[in-house]
């Protein structure tokens, strides 16, 4: 009988499904050595937000078939480590869309009231009135961060209760936001003008500190902002500065940049301006028995041999068939993540490609990778092969699918073409002999280059000295060049630079690139690592 370790506590329905077909133990709390020690034994490991699935874990785990995450984020999983062993990483992408919604809004509701401050001073046997006079919700500014499944829910709960409702989500279209009766605005004008914040977006190297000092010093010192989203998303320094010098009137936090938050954190020495919940925006009954559900149900099937259907990290298919696919849907997510980035997020309409031999029936899976890999900037681990078409549907984007045997360049290649804020773009890729990724063309411009996690592209007139000049800006920033090619179609007319890179390209220096005579445009781009 195959053995599945649960790692964190979860609901008992989750352990009754497992145990029809293993056998299971409930271990919680282990220390990291000791998760390692006895992870060999196991074939399956079920977690929660406590357990954190190193890459030392993931390589111990020598009879791992699934990880299974009972939630949404599986930002405590190594899942690099994960895909690189053949491990399946598996979640739960809306079974606590709801807990974490309503949690959202009693938060929003406890600062506007005191409700935790007013309770523990009825309880400590006093009876003051006055210092707990709050304000109402009815009629205020919500400004939410991150409209998709959480941040909807929030909204349609803001909108009952008569607030006027703005939103922030680079990668959703107006037209969306309407239909949720938001109005989409740019993340300044939300800080600036909202009552209550409320953050619902993924933590990402984009997001993190998203709301810093200077964030919080645009708000109205009357707003008050809510974190449900993730630690890190707020700097809390710079939480508690505000805080104290009363630039705003309030904070609720259930999510740390280290969690459990350290029992030293100066946030623990607010006032009933700030209200810390630990990490509770899932724990409903509700919830807990739908992600145990929905998780225990996916490590049985794959236990039994069947495929998982909300798998982050690898499609559902039969072994024979992901085995040929799996180095195209490798290719296809990161021409798909590419493109998305090139044409600015926020996504219009998506034509896929499919050409000489993948010009099949057969290569479905490879058109899912791409919308994926198209929406994985924006939702990171909550698209998956199974829902990355409902979520482009339903973000509006317009997917054009085409096929042609006659290209013939290499065996099979996909060209990916992206309508979005920064204009249309294309990218065409195709595998080497060994399985290797090849970039060969940009906006049709022939290249071949293999994807690189920092690169930047530029369009610029083909002069002599126009990459002397980049190659030396880069340098005066100190950002190292892994590789350089040039794509042009005429000599002397317009040609497309890309450059790999070591570092992450700091912050300002792409409009000094623009400024450069020459550069008619430059795109920088980050990739999975
Ligand atoms: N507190 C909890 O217990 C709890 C429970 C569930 C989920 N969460 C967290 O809540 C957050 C939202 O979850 P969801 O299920 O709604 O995810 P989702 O993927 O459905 O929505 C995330 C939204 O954020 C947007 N986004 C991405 N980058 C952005 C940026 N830079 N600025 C603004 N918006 C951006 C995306 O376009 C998307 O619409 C996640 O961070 C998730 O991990 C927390
Ligand atoms: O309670 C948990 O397991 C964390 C829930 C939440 O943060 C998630 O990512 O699903």
């Not at 994807?451 to 002397?468: A, E, Q, S, V």
Request: aromatic content about 4%; overall charge negative; glycine content about 8%.
């Amino acid at each position: 009988m195959p053995k599945v370790l649960v790692s964190d506590s979860i609901d008992q329905v989750g352990i009754d499904i497992l145990s029809q077909v293993a056998q299971v133990d409930v271990k919680t709390n282990l220390p990291p050595e000791e998760l390692t020690k006895i992870i060999p034994e196991y074939d399956a490991l079920m977690i929660r937000s406590g357990t954190r699935v190193t890459a030392e874990v993931i390589e111990a785990g020598t009879q791992l078939k699934i990880i299974g995450r009972a939630g949404v984020g599986v930002d405590n999983v190594d899942v690099p480590a994960a895909t690189r062993r053949g491990i399946l990483v598996v979640n739960s992408p809306e079974g606590n869309t709801v807990a974490a919604a309503e949690h959202a809004v009693a938060m929003m509701l406890s600062l506007s009231r005191y409700v935790p401050d007013a309770n523990q001073s009825v309880k400590a046997g006093k009876w003051d009135r006055k210092s707990f006079t709050g304000v109402e919700v009815y009629k205020k500014t919500l400004g939410i961060v991150g409209l998709g499944k959480i941040g909807s829910h929030v909204s349609s709960i803001g909108r009952a209760m008569g607030m006027r409702l703005l939103a922030f989500d680079p990668y959703l279209s107006t037209e969306r936001a309407e239909q949720m009766g938001c109005q989409l605005v740019e993340l300044d004008f939300l800080l600036r003008e909202s009552d209550y914040i409320t953050l619902h977006m993924p933590k990402t190297p984009e997001t993190y500190h998203l709301i810093n000092a200077e964030a919080l010093d645009k708000m109205k010192p009357t707003a008050r902002i809510v974190n449900c989203a993730r630690g890190g998303i707020i700097d809390e320094a710079a939480l508690f500065d505000a805080l104290k010098q009363g630039k705003i009137a309030g904070a609720a936090l259930d999510v740390y940049e280290q969690e459990p938050l350290q029992e030293d954190s100066a946030l623990r020495s607010l006032g009933k301006e700030l209200i810390l919940t630990p990490h509770l925006g899932a724990s409903t009954e509700e919830a807990q028995v739908n992600v145990a559900i929905d998780v225990a149900e996916q490590i049985r099937d794959v236990l039994l041999g069947l495929p998982a259907r909300s798998a982050v990290n690898i499609p559902g298919l039969r072994p024979d068939v992901m085995e040929k696919l799996r180095p195209y849907l490798q290719l296809a997510e990161t021409l798909g993540n590419l493109v998305s980035q090139l044409a600015g997020g926020r996504i219009e309409e998506f034509n896929i490609r499919l050409q000489g031999d993948l010009a099949t029936n057969e290569s479905q899976p490879i058109v899912i990778a791409a919308l994926k890999g198209l929406l994985s900037h924006a939702l990171q681990e909550r698209v998956n092969y199974v829902n990355a078409s409902i979520e482009a549907k339903e973000r509006g984007i317009h997917v054009v699918e085409t096929r042609d045997a006659t290209v013939k360049d290499y065996t099979g290649s996909l060209l990916l073409t992206a309508t979005g804020p920064l204009g249309t773009h294309s990218v065409t890729g195709a595998l080497l002999g060994d399985n290797e990724i090849r970039i060969t063309s940009i906006d049709e411009f022939p290249i071949n280059v293999p994807p690189n996690r920092y690169m930047l592209f530029t369009l610029h007139r083909d002069m002599p000295g126009i990459i002397g000049k980049i190659g030396s800006l880069l340098g005066s920033f100190n950002v190292n060049i892994a590789s350089m090619q040039v794509g042009r179609k005429i000599i002397r007319g317009d040609a497309v630079m890309v450059l790999s890179l070591d570092d992450p390209l700091p912050e300002g220096i792409l409009n000094e690139i623009t400024k450069e005579p020459g550069i008619r445009d430059a795109y920088t781009i980050t990739l999975p690592e």
